[in-house]
Every structure is written in C-alpha cells, then in structure tokens.
C-alpha cells in the first residue's frame, strides 16, 4: 500500500501482535514496540510476545457460547492469531487451549519474520510521533506509560485493583439462619428478563443477619487474619472507593462495615418473633451469580486475605457456617480506560483521533477479547491510514455488543468494570415467542444466527469488507 503516513503498535501482547499482522498484511509498514526482552511486567515470564499469562484457554468454539461466537466472527473478519493459535491447539474437548509456549513462539516468529514490520524493543514512556498509533500495553502498562495516558485522556488514574468477591453453593447455606428478602421488599433486579434470573418470590438477596457479638467477632477477625502480600507492582495501586476490600474496611473503623457492604436498613429477619425489633445489627448479602441460581456471592465481599482465611471468615457469618466455596475471592492490579468517556466504538480516542486504544486497556477482560479488539483496531487504523472513515459493526455481533458497551455514553461518570463477551450484551431477539428464548440453548442459537446473519451482511454491503477478505487470504 502506498503511503507515507507511519503507524505505530506499541505492547506486542496479544491486542498489539494482531492489530501489527493486520496492518502488516495490508501492506502498511508497522513499527512494533515492547518492553520485552530486555524488561518485563511482574506476570509475563517469557521473553517472547503474545505471551499466555494464565490458563492456557482461549475459551470455547462452540458457537452456542459467547466466546465461541466471538471467535467465529473473528475468523469471518480475518484474525490472525486465531488462525496460529488453531496450528498449536491441545485438546480442550470444545474450548480453544493452546501449547502457551509453542503460541508465543510462533506469533513471534512470525511478527519478526513480516517484511513490513519493524520490532522496536524497550519501554515506551511518551507515545510515538507516528500518524496513527495504537496503545495496546494490557492490564500491566508500566507506570510511565500509565501516567501518559492518564494525562492524554485527562484523568487522574487508569489502574485500579480488580476484585473479586467469593462464591459459594445456594444448597450449602443454612436458611433455618438467612432468609431472602430485598432491601425496604424492593426487587432491584426487576429490569432483568425472567428467564435471566431465577426468581424467588420474596426477593432477590439472601440475607445473614448479625447479631451484634458475631459482628464485632467478623471485625476483630478481618483485623488480624492473614493476607496476601501485595506484589511490588501493586503497592501504590489505589481501590475504587466503591470496590475497597472488606479487610481494608475492617481497618478503617469497627463501624465501617456496618455502614457499608453490612449496613441492615430496610431488612427484617423473619425468623425472630413478629412484633419485636427484627431488624439485624449487620447483615451480608447473597447475590445470584449464575442463571441456574446454583451459585451466590457475597455482595461486597471483595477480599485479599489468604484462602485459609478467608474460609475461616466465610464460617464467621451467620447461616454460611458450612458454605461451600466454589470460588475465593481475588484481587490483582488492572489497567484501564474508562471507556464510555474517553472512547469511540472505533477504539480511537475521542479527544486524540489518530490514537486507537485495543486490549485489556480498553476495558474488555480475556484473551480472546484482547486479540478481537487488537484485530478491531489494526482494522480501523487501516482506515484513518487511507483516510477512509473507520468502521463500526452492527451491534447484533458479539465484537459489535462489546464495542457499543464498554463506549456507552450512559455509562459515563458512573463506576465502570470491565467486560468479558456475553450474550447480556446482545440486542434481544424480537418476534420470536417467550417460551422459544426460555430454552437458553435454543436463545443462544438464536442470538449466534442473527449475529453471523447482520455480520455477513454488512461485510458484504461495506465497502471495506474486501481488505477484509484479502487480510484472511493471505497465511501467516
Ligand atoms: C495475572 C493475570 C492473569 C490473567 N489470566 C487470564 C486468564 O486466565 N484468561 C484470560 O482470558 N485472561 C486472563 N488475563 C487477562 C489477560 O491479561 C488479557 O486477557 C490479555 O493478555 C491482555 O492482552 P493485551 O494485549 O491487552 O495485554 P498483554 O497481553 O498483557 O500485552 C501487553 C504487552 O505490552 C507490553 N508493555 C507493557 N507496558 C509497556 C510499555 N510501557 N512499553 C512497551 N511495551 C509495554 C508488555 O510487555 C506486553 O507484551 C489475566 C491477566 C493478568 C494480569
């Protein structure tokens, strides 16, 4: 392609190492920058890219899933990592795993190997003077890094810890002790479909009541049960003051809780005596955590003590005595945009337009995620490269969803997590009959149709769709 416009990727993780192959396939001329091998974020061990921190799954194929449907229209649009994570697949029965080391190995042979891309290795602190750039530097960006873009969106901070609340059993806790009932008998998930949520008449929550000795017992205990050290790369990350950990709250007061994530206003506990006082010194709450409603968390119950710990203290609350715990809870450091005020849908940044955001950093959660918007973004910056306008997907299509939630203009100003593929996220079905979409397999096959149905139909009426298609013709 004939330019002499620059372009520039800066992170080759997975978003980076895939908007770089896109941009590379298309003819342009990339320059590629990382850290690595030189130095590298406290999780990435490797000295190579698109480096695997965790499991080893990109999640399912099957494309009644979300992610599975995520990848299949990745694939109709011309991904390139899925197409090497497929060369070095283990068996994973319907999910996407992958030989991490051989993934990385490949991906970097093949990053160095293009003839229009240039590896840059070393830490970016300021962002390249290139006509487009995209930021794709994942949930560890380095600190300076971090700081620069915290300053180009005009926002104070960008890194958050990212928690998580412990899940339990629903047949594993004790009614005879908790009971439902929604705060003042008020339903507060009612905006959600029927089918979504299973439904208890009485209320959503389920609530363990406190008396005053248990809950002063929870305190002293939260203050001086262990916990995890926090890494070096933790220490001056700040808590969202919505998501600050119970063990944080402990040590803030012995009344703190009580005010927060325990406070009792608007409960009754049904089984003391009708006539005397029934509201709790201090309740947790229980919140539905999945469809089948087999599953709970403990609603503000983020944490970071250990895991003998924190067992310890499940036991501590009323009517959990003998919970079952599928899941602790869990705390890491994540770097993001607050999306919905500093993002289009096309990933560019509103204030900056040449600079497009992919990865973790735009707020989406996930290997395949990442490597769905880094395709999203090598895309776009295709387009400002040859300045034609960039793209937007219909939103039936998972990657459209995901792209129109996390820049919603609703969600601006208010508290903003980040998002995995979802069928949540999708626009519902219409015309077809309640009892149809009852059937959750029957809704996602629905859902995956009407998706793959809007996704073919635009990639044939858009005039971009051929780079598309050329981008998927060539092999890697
Ligand atoms: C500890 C941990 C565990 C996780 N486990 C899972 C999991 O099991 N499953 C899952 O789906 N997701 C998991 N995730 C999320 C996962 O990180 C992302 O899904 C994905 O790797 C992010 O892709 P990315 O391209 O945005 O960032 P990354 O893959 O992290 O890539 C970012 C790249 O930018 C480079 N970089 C950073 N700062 C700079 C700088 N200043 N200059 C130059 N280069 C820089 C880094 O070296 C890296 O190569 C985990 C995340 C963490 C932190």
Same mark, same amino acid.
């Given at each position: 392609?004939?330019? &002499?416009?620059?372009?520039?990727?800066?992170?080759?993780?997975? /978003?980076?190492?895939?908007?770089?192959?896109?941009?590379?396939?298309?003819?342009?001329?990339?320059?590629?920058? @990382?850290?690595?091998?030189?130095?590298?974020?406290?999780?990435?061990?490797?000295?190579?890219?698109?480096?695997?921190?965790?499991?080893?799954?990109?999640?399912?194929?099957?494309?009644?899933?979300?992610?599975?449907?995520?990848?299949?229209?990745?694939?109709?649009?011309?991904?390139? !990592?899925?197409?090497?994570?497929?060369?070095?697949?283990?068996?994973?029965?319907?999910?996407?795993?992958?030989?991490?080391?051989?993934?990385?190995?490949?991906?970097?042979?093949?990053?160095?190997?293009?003839?229009? $891309? &240039?590896?840059?290795?070393?830490?970016?602190? #300021?962002?390249?003077?290139?006509?487009?750039? $995209?930021?794709?530097?994942?949930?560890?960006?380095?600190?300076?890094?971090?700081?620069?873009?915290?300053?180009?969106?005009?926002?104070?901070?960008?890194?958050?810890? @990212?928690?998580?609340?412990?899940? *339990?059993?629903?047949?594993?806790?004790?009614?005879?002790?908790?009971?439902?009932?929604?705060?003042?008998?008020?339903?507060? @998930?009612?905006?959600?479909?029927?089918?979504?949520? /299973?439904?208890?008449?009485?209320?959503?929550?389920?609530?363990?009541?406190?008396?005053?000795?248990?809950?002063?017992?929870? =305190?002293?205990?939260?203050?001086? /049960? #262990?916990?995890?050290?926090?890494?070096?790369?933790?220490?001056?990350?700040?808590?969202?003051?919505?998501?600050?950990?119970?063990?944080?709250?402990?040590?803030? %007061?012995?009344?703190?809780?009580?005010?927060?994530?325990?406070?009792?206003?608007?409960?009754?506990?049904?089984?003391?005596?009708?006539?005397?006082?029934?509201?709790?010194?201090?309740?947790?709450?229980?919140?539905?955590?999945?469809?089948? %409603?087999?599953?709970?968390?403990? =609603?503000?119950?983020?944490?970071? *003590?250990?895991?003998?710990?924190?067992?310890?203290?499940?036991?501590?609350?009323?009517?959990?005595?003998?919970? @079952?715990?599928?899941?602790?809870? =869990?705390?890491?450091? +994540?770097?993001?945009?607050?999306?919905?005020?500093? *993002?289009?849908?096309?990933?560019?940044?509103?204030?900056?337009?040449?600079?497009? $955001?992919?990865?973790?950093?735009?707020?989406?959660?996930?290997?395949? #995620?990442?490597?769905?918007?880094?395709?999203?973004? %090598?895309?776009?910056?295709?387009?400002?490269?040859?300045?034609?306008?960039? *793209?937007? !997907?219909?939103?039936?299509?998972?990657?459209?969803?995901?792209?129109?939630?996390?820049?919603?203009? #609703?969600?601006?100003?208010?508290?903003?997590?980040?998002?995995?593929? +979802?069928?949540?996220?999708?626009?519902?079905?219409?015309?077809?009959?309640?009892?149809?979409?009852?059937?959750?397999?029957?809704?996602?096959?629905?859902?995956?149709?009407?998706?793959?149905?809007?996704?073919?139909?635009?990639?044939?009426?858009?005039?971009?769709? %051929?780079?598309?298609?050329?981008?998927?013709? =060539?092999?890697?």
């Amino acid at each position: 392609m004939a330019t &002499t416009k620059t372009v520039a990727v800066v992170g080759a993780g997975l /978003a980076g190492s895939e908007a770089a192959l896109q941009l590379a396939h298309a003819g342009f001329h990339v320059t590629l920058h @990382d850290i690595k091998p030189t130095q590298q974020s406290p999780a990435h061990h490797e000295p190579t890219f698109a480096e695997i921190v965790c499991s080893n799954s990109m999640g399912s194929l099957q494309p009644s899933s979300a992610s599975g449907l995520l990848k299949q229209e990745m694939e109709l649009l011309g991904c390139h !990592l899925l197409t090497l994570a497929k060369q070095v697949a283990v068996p994973a029965g319907n999910a996407l795993a992958v030989d991490r080391n051989a993934f990385t190995q490949l991906v970097t042979d093949t990053l160095h190997a293009h003839p229009n $891309i &240039t590896v840059m290795c070393g830490e970016v602190t #300021e962002l390249p003077a290139a006509d487009v750039v $995209i930021v794709a530097t994942g949930p560890l960006t380095t600190p300076a890094l971090a700081q620069t873009l915290s300053k180009l969106v005009n926002r104070e901070q960008l890194f958050f810890f @990212d928690a998580a609340s412990p899940i *339990l059993t629903r047949d594993s806790i004790d009614m005879s002790i908790a009971f439902v009932q929604d705060r003042y008998d008020k339903k507060v @998930d009612s905006h959600l479909d029927d089918d979504q949520f /299973a439904s208890e008449d009485e209320g959503s929550y389920i609530n363990c009541p406190f008396t005053q000795p248990q809950y002063e017992a929870l =305190v002293n205990f939260l203050n001086t /049960a #262990e916990k995890v050290p926090l890494k070096d790369f933790e220490k001056d990350t700040s808590f969202f003051e919505s998501c600050v950990p119970v063990d944080e709250l402990a040590r803030r %007061g012995v009344e703190t809780l009580r005010y927060g994530p325990m406070k009792p206003k608007g409960l009754r506990n049904p089984h003391l005596p009708e006539g005397s006082f029934q509201q709790p010194y201090a309740v947790v709450q229980l919140r539905q955590d999945n469809r089948e %409603g087999t599953l709970y968390n403990i =609603v503000g119950f983020q944490t970071n *003590l250990k895991w003998g710990p924190q067992a310890e203290m499940i036991r501590l609350i009323p009517g959990l005595e003998n919970a @079952d715990v599928v899941r602790f809870g =869990v705390m890491h450091r +994540n770097t993001y945009l607050h999306s919905p005020e500093v *993002l289009q849908p096309t990933l560019q940044l509103k204030a900056h337009p040449h600079v497009l $955001i992919a990865g973790q950093l735009t707020g989406t959660e996930g290997y395949t #995620e990442s490597i769905a918007t880094g395709m999203w973004a %090598g895309r776009n910056a295709i387009c400002l490269l040859q300045g034609d306008a960039p *793209l937007t !997907l219909p939103k039936e299509t998972m990657l459209g969803a995901l792209l129109a939630y996390i820049t919603r203009d #609703e969600a601006a100003g208010k508290k903003f997590q980040p998002i995995n593929s +979802n069928w949540g996220i999708v626009p519902a079905i219409s015309g077809v009959p309640r009892r149809v979409l009852k059937d959750k397999r029957e809704k996602a096959r629905l859902l995956g149709e009407q998706a793959i149905t809007a996704l073919t139909a635009w990639m044939q009426t858009h005039p971009a769709s %051929g780079a598309f298609k050329q981008a998927v013709g =060539v092999t890697c």
